[in-house]
């Protein structure tokens, strides 16, 4: 027999959560399929559960957007059963769709992400937060031959309008891996919690992973109050800097320093998709939609043409870094395009004959001052001039033969003690360059020494060398001559200033520091790129429990939990699989008498991990 509520017949049960359980249902009224939300009885059973029930219903019900799901009907506060209901939406949810579609271009999950903020500006302006955003609450609307998203479940809504405020208190509601710090911590959730929400929904589109996944809730948690997560162009190398920028923006721990609305998400969300040349993101959005392989298959190569013509656009302007960059990223979503080879290459001539030109330059005004301090008359400096031209192209074939052969040398990173990741190259003169207010580095002015002619030497010396410093995992810090240039960033351009010794270093939470050295009159090559993988510090684990348990991990004894109790014990992330930052092991604690206990951990360079063993051992 099919149960029934007022006028609506309950078909099949299709979900359930905190609140409810949601029902395929028919509205004998209207001969129409609906979705039937009804509230637990035991939450039923009381009346304020009722009149909070009723009143999100109001709130919701005001809601009328083409990615919402609209309600139809409700019941009052005095009803037997308290329900809510929706149209019946015909698809997967939205985490059941990115799987099978495989979504591949992060460009592709702004478009999804930025339908959602729309949404979110709505039900904001009506005075209504999700509270719980999460790829199950997101519905793919397959109906017709036609695909829309529809934003559901506002069931732990928070009504935030003066007149139907209702409190939760003491309630934690929500997934953690999506909830906002402020809402962890039990303060006052707002539309910025819903951005934060949403940025975790944006970072999982991009990259493919959770931004704050762990091992447990608990560790999660803490991870997402501490933002303890790891740069996306590190999990995914298609992630441009423009995108990069939005997510941090909306990840932000401290609300106060988070984008401020969903609008703010939107917008932000609608310049970054223009830089990568899609201005007109609800068509996109709607193509994709449409037909998932094919648009996916046309949109690669429209990517690479748009940051190809960036990245000349950046070179045209002398912003060299930049362009790198914007080239790194062509490559990056197609590794074989001859195009990027052919404007490093390029680059590499440019730098060649700017060094040339400056060197001409120089002993050009050398000979000026030589001639006005007495060296001879008009025709001798002229003769004089003559040579120094001709030995300043001499030297500069020589420099060029020497960048060259630097450029087949491409010096790599060295281990070095004291846990310090260490290199060095060769030497140069010149003041120690100065940090600018954008993170650039320019050289200081140089203060005059001995005759006029020292002066000159140093004022026309070579023009600043600029390499670039891809790091894995990312850099938390990046520091030149012991000042930060920059931070949170995955590719790093330092500039460094002639005629001084440098030292650049990288520095992670989870690995030892990456420094390396350039001296002074160092031939750098241009461009230059370091890959720097990061050296893993090991994990720290301590086990609470009996001193005298033997600590196994991997099948390797790592100590005893009492020395793990005085000190964590040092162990070493095992290298398998594509994240040599973390990787579930092995934990055997042995104790005499007793069964070994065996569990799996998963394990995280830097960090320190508790594992409380059993009073007693499982049955």
């Known amino acids: ?113 930025r339908a959602l903020a729309g949404a979110l500006v709505h039900a904001h302006a009506a005075g209504v937060i ?41 309630a934690l509601v929500g997934s953690p891996n999506h909830m906002a710090p402020e809402i962890i911590e039990g303060r006052e959730a707002d539309a910025r919690s819903d951005v934060f929400s949403l940025g975790t929904i944006l970072f999982w589109l991009a990259t493919g992973a959770m931004p704050f996944a762990a091992s447990n809730p608990t560790a999660t948690l803490r991870r997402v109050v501490e933002g303890d997560r790891p740069d996306p ?9 423009a995108l990069a920028a939005v997510i941090a923006a909306a990840l932000a721990t401290d609300p106060a320093e988070r984008l401020p609305t969903a609008a703010a998400l939107r917008d932000a969300l609608d310049q970054a998709l223009a830089a990568s040349g899609l201005t007109e993101p609800e068509a996109e959005l709607e193509a994709f939609l449409a037909e998932p392989a094919r648009y996916k298959a046309a949109l690669r190569p429209r990517l690479v043409a748009a940051a190809l013509a960036a990245a000349d656009g950046a070179l045209a302007r002398g912003e060299t870094a930049r362009g790198v960059k914007l080239l790194d990223h062509v490559l990056a979503l197609d590794p074989g395009n001859g195009a990027v080879q052919g404007r490093l290459a390029a680059l590499a001539r440019r730098a060649r004959v700017r060094r040339l030109a400056l060197r001409v330059a120089a002993l050009a005004a050398a000979a000026g001052l030589a001639g006005a301090a007495g060296w001879g008359g008009a025709a001798a ?58 993170g650039a580095v320019v050289p200081a002015p140089a203060p005059g020494k001995g005759d006029g002619r020292a002066e000159v030497k140093h004022a026309a010396s070579a023009a600043p060398a600029v390499v670039q410093v891809r790091v894995r995992p990312y850099a938390q810090r990046a520091l030149l001559d012991g000042v930060e240039v920059a931070h949170g960033e995955q590719r790093v351009a330092f500039t460094l200033a002639p005629g001084a010794p440098h030292r650049i270093q990288i520095e992670h939470a989870c690995c030892f520091p990456f420094v390396r050295d350039f001296a002074a009159d160092e031939a750098i090559p241009q461009p230059l790129e370091l890959p720097v993988p990061l050296r893993p510090r090991p994990a720290r684990l301590r086990v609470e429990g009996d001193p005298a348990t033997r600590v196994l991990v991997d099948g390797r004894l790592a100590g005893t939990a009492g020395a793990s109790q005085r000190a964590p014990l040092d162990v070493p992330v095992p290298a398998t699989g594509d994240n040599p930052y973390e990787a579930p092991a092995e934990l055997v604690l042995e104790l005499e008498g007793r069964p070994p206990i065996r569990t799996t951990v998963r394990l995280r360079a830097g960090a320190e991990l508790t594992f409380a063993a059993p009073a007693e051992p499982p049955p």
């Open 1 to 113: 027999m099919i149960r029934r509520v007022d006028r609506y017949e309950l078909l099949e049960q299709v979900g359930s959560g905190g609140m409810a359980v949601v029902y395929r249902g028919r509205d004998t009224s209207l001969d129409r399929e609906v979705a039937v939300k009804l509230l637990h009885p035991h939450l039923a059973a009381r009346a304020e559960s009722r009149a909070r029930f009723s009143r999100e219903a109001r709130a919701v019900a005001r809601l009328k957007h083409p990615n919402i799901v609209e309600i139809y009907d409700y019941a009052g506060d005095a009803a037997v059963e308290s329900y809510l209901v929706t149209e019946f939406v015909h698809g997967r949810t939205l985490r059941a769709f990115a799987d099978e579609e495989q979504l591949e271009l992060p460009e592709v999950g702004a478009l999804l992400a």
């Open 130 to 170: 999700h509270r719980d955003l999460k790829p199950e609450n997101v519905l793919v609307l397959e109906q017709g031959g036609k695909r829309a998203l529809k934003l559901v479940d506002f069931g732990i809504a928070r009504i935030v309008a003066s007149d139907e405020r209702m409190t939760m208190t003491g």
């Open 233 to 241: 162009r590190a999990v995914c190398p298609l992630v441009g800097d």
């Open 381 to 438: 400096l002229k003769a004089r001039r003559a040579r120094l031209a001709r030995a300043g192209v001499a030297n500069d074939a020589t420099l060029s033969a020497s960048s060259r052969s630097a450029r087949s040398r491409h010096p790599a990173p060295s281990p070095a003690p004291a846990g310090e990741e260490r290199a060095s190259a060769s030497p140069a003169r010149e003041p120690a360059p100065v940090p600018a207010r954008d």
